[in-house]
């Protein structure tokens, strides 16, 4: 069972404490920006979609928090996964850079 994370989280600050900027630029450290909550993550280096893969992105995701849906775009590698919570998609971005989607055995 996922972890329960707070459902808000001032706008000011990311879960992490962090100040979040009123406009998006350049040297922000990936914190974001107040006018807008950062509920879609980028996931790239995929390899072409299977029901498989689907299943894969979405067990790795899930641990992070309530997802909404996951966006494959065909030909492109890559997915968007939308999370339901600004708190929940901020954890699983801090969580998951730069890893590896793990399989689970069945």
Known sequence: ???KWPKKCPLTH???GRERHRDFKGDMGGVGSFERPGL???VG???AYTKELE????????EWGEIEK???LAGKSCAFVKYKYRANAEFAKEAMIGQT???REK
């Open 40 to 42: 879609t993550l980028y």
């Open 101 to 103: 989607l793990k399989v």
């Open 70 to 72: 996951i966006n494959f």
């Open 14 to 16: 990311d879960i992490f």
């Open 55 to 62: 299943d894969i992105v979405y067990a790795n995701f899930e």
């Open 45 to 47: 280096g995929l390899p």
């Open 1 to 3: 069972q996922p972890p």
